[in-house]
């Protein structure tokens, strides 16, 4: 088969309309897995959170677990779905060896959760995301090849199953069809991506880790020629783990399948494998006949019917969601939108709230987060949240910077320590000797050495002309290593010089 030409993204969006549609798995943060009382640690040696139940030996009886039923109804009730008043699981039968049971306790045609919806922003354009169903499933094992150069199964010599992951409990969550997006839909599928996430996270039923797989992406895209009223065929990038690579695979499927189709050529319905090297999907495998997974009802377990009066209770018990905390501290910090996104897209909101909570004002606790400390972790290709300084210790460092300790270039300096693990602010502080020289007598001294080595300069101040003290405030600053204050090193030169 010849690679397909691929066609430019503009080219593409000006002769297609692409149409999304994303299924999310997310594992559960609950301390036993769904059927079973085995732990769930991330990282484990392999095979050793494992029982008869979750490695499916004859005669183990699986019991389903009530936090993790609590956890997916709190999902479902944040994505505004009704919770159904009585589902069951179904067996999905199929065989593959990271499934050690040969089936997999899933839902089928009757999901715990329908009907929701999640709003997303993108260029100031709300766009809602109609949410088909979230039901509850088991995770599989884990497959490792071994001896291949890619680490996929084609070319390995072996292949080793971890089943620590098996039966862990994963909530699948199904977007109805995305329509209507145009040129944004890379961008639509990953402010999804990262909403979903950010609203499961602040309800503390889930780490949502990509990187660690607790939250997966399928993406779907088909396109239809502008003016067509039937959607095209839909391949589906199976396991996006990162935000970024979301809106990668959106953007080349879109690319991938305008080329195809523009060479007469017909898309075929498919899983395909999304590569951060190179950003395109290859092809995985094939969908057109549609695998029959033999489902039928999950006989070793009882309906779920959820009461009302409990449904209620978790409804009530819902944090306060992201959306209206964004609103919320927009109003508070007084932000522009514009402002409230960079905040919302550097991961700063808790960060700068707790900032604030120790003590420090909006406008500075703002500042160091986005600017100082937003640098540094673009610097070292981290989050800001993995930065290993806490919101109390930048309060501190504000609060000796508000109490004329330290002025913004020390504090820096103080940054800078902390980050290096030279220990708190106050340590850093004591141990390299920082703070502002706000002895005028220490000060003077220092200030007549300035002028006396820039006569120029002085002789011009004395004429009236103030703006040129600049000049010395920055030979002061020089000469203290920056640990005078400026405003009051100002001061004093104007005071010498007859100029105040
Ligand atoms: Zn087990």
Request: glycine residues 10%; negative net charge.
């Amino acid at each position: 088969m010849t690679t397909p030409t691929l066609m430019p993204y503009d080219e593409a969006l000006a002769r297609f309309e692409p149409v999304l549609g994303i299924e999310t798995h997310i594992e559960l943060g609950t301390y036993s897995k769904m059927f079973c009382g085995c732990a769930t640690s991330f990282g484990a040696e392999p095979n050793t959170q494992v029982c008869p139940v979750c490695l499916g030996l004859p005669g183990s009886l699986p019991v389903t677990n009530h936090a993790a039923i609590e956890g997916i109804i709190k999902i479902g009730l944040a994505l505004n779905c009704s919770i159904v008043e009585w589902c069951r699981f179904a067996r999905k039968n199929y065989f593959y060896p990271d499934m050690p049971k040969d089936y997999q306790i899933s839902q089928y045609d009757e999901p715990l959760c329908v009907d929701g919806y999640l709003e997303v922003e993108v260029d100031g354009a709300v766009y809602r995301v109609e949410i088909e169903r979230v039901h509850m499933e088991e995770d599989t094992g884990k497959s490792l090849h071994v001896g291949g150069a890619t680490g996929r199964i084609q070319g390995a010599d072996h292949s080793l199953v971890d089943y620590n992951r098996a039966g862990i409990p994963l909530v699948e969550i199904v977007t109805k069809p995305i329509p209507a997006t145009g040129d944004k839909a890379p961008l639509v599928a990953r402010a999804y991506a990262t909403e979903l996430r950010e609203l499961v996270r602040s309800l503390g039923v889930s780490d949502v880790r990509m990187e660690e797989g607790s939250m997966r992406c399928d993406v779907n895209v088909s396109l239809m020629p502008r003016g067509a009223s039937e959607w095209g065929t839909r391949t589906e990038t199976k396991n996006v783990n990162s935000l970024r690579s979301v809106e990668r695979s959106v953007r080349s499927e879109i690319e991938r399948q305008a080329g195809v189709l523009d060479a007469g050529g017909r898309i075929v319905q498919e899983t395909r494998h999304f590569h951060e090297d190179t950003g395109r999907t290859t092809s995985g495998r094939s969908k057109e006949e549609a695998q029959d997974y033999r489902y039928f009802p999950e006989p070793d377990l009882v309906p779920m019917a959820p009461s009302r009066e409990w449904v209620e209770e978790l409804r009530g018990s819902l944090p306060e969601l992201p959306a209206a905390r964004r609103r919320r501290v927009q109003g508070e910090w007084g932000l522009s939108d514009l402002e409230l996104r960079d905040v919302v897209n550097a991961g700063a909101v808790e960060l700068i709230e707790a900032t604030i909570a120790a003590g420090t004002d909006a406008g500075s606790a703002r500042k160091w987060w986005m600017n100082e400390l937003s640098r540094r972790a673009t610097e070292q290709g981290t989050e800001l949240a993995e930065l290993p300084i806490t919101p109390e210790q930048v309060a501190r460092i504000q609060a000796m910077v508000q109490a004329g300790e330290l002025n913004d270039k020390l504090a820096r300096q103080v940054f800078e320590g902390v980050l290096a693990g030279e220990g708190t602010p106050d340590a850093v502080v004591a141990a390299r000797g920082l703070k502002v020289v706000s002895d005028d007598g220490e000060l003077v001294s220092i200030i007549d050495g300035v002028i006396a080595d820039n006569a120029a300069v002085a002789d011009k101040i004395r004429a009236g002309k103030v703006a040129a003290a600049g000049a010395l405030v920055g030979a002061v600053m020089k000469a203290t290593r920056g640990q005078a204050d400026a405003g009051r090193a100002r001061e004093l030169i104007l005071e010498r010089l007859g100029a105040s």
